[in-house]
């Protein structure tokens, strides 16, 4: 398994637009990575082996070295801040973090409360804007938090803007950018430094071309 470059991917709506840029880049795929509810896919024939996780687990993975390489998303990457290198920014499954609420509201003045899936990075920008909020951790569904009264705000993820919009929030700032990175873990990077590079080399040029 030794010369099998490990790669972390993450599962869910990430993981298709992560495969087709892994194609562009040349490499061969079995149609398995179109269907199927494996959670480790070997490619021997690229020296490839593949784990799916949870998106927020893929720098967890990779600090701990059980995977060399990984895609992650930004947001992901500031909210853990994990030890690991960012290589490379491969531009998909673009969208932001945002705080949101009902619309027309102010946040309350004695305890104002925001909700969201990303603690670390919602206080931050709070502290930043000189407020002091209570954070309150949730897993998912961030957007019933204000509908129901559980917090004045959310800090959450918008792409297209769809579950916000039928949810009848609005969107008060947008925070930062988000886009999936190469993440790649120390160690191995010195390791397998030439299989690392080639990967970087082949997925750069796809992501090049598609800026253009
Ligand atoms: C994410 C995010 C928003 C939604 C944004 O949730 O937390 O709820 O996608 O996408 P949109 O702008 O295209 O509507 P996800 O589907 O990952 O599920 P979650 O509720 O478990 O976080």
């Known amino acids: 398994m030794n010369d099998f470059l490990t790669i972390a991917m993450p599962k869910g709506r ?37 784990i799916l996780a949870k998106p927020m687990d893929v720098a967890t ?5 059980v995977a ?18 960012e290589l490379l920014d491969l531009k998909i499954s673009a969208c932001y973090l945002a705080v949101a609420g009902l619309p027309n509201t102010k946040m309350n003045d004695v305890a104002p409360r925001v909700a969201t899936k990303y ?15 209570e954070i309150i951790k949730l897993n998912g569904s961030i957007e019933l938090a204000p509908i129901i009264g559980l917090s004045d705000r959310i800090v959450d993820i918008v792409s297209t803007g769809r579950t ?9 700032e947008r925070i930062v950018d ?19 590079d080639e990967l970087v080399r082949r997925l750069h040029n796809v992501v090049a071309v598609e800026e253009f």
């Open 14 to 50: 990430i993981f298709e637009e992560a495969v087709e840029l892994l194609r562009k880049a040349g490499y061969k795929l079995p149609p398995e990575f179109d269907d199927s509810r494996k959670l480790i896919l070997d490619v021997p024939e690229e020296s490839l082996r593949f």
């Open 164 to 172: 916000m919009k039928e949810n009848g929030l609005v969107e008060y």
């Open 178 to 196: 988000v886009t999936s990175r190469l993440i790649v873990n120390p160690v191995s990077y010195r390791i397998k430094d030439g299989q690392i």
């Open 68 to 85: 060399d390489v990984g895609i992650a998303g930004k947001d992901v990457l500031l909210e853990e801040e994990r030890d690991v290198y």
């Open 61 to 65: 993975y990779v600090e701990h070295g």
């Open 119 to 133: 603690p670390n990075v919602a206080e931050a920008y709070f502290r930043e804007q000189g407020e002091q909020v």
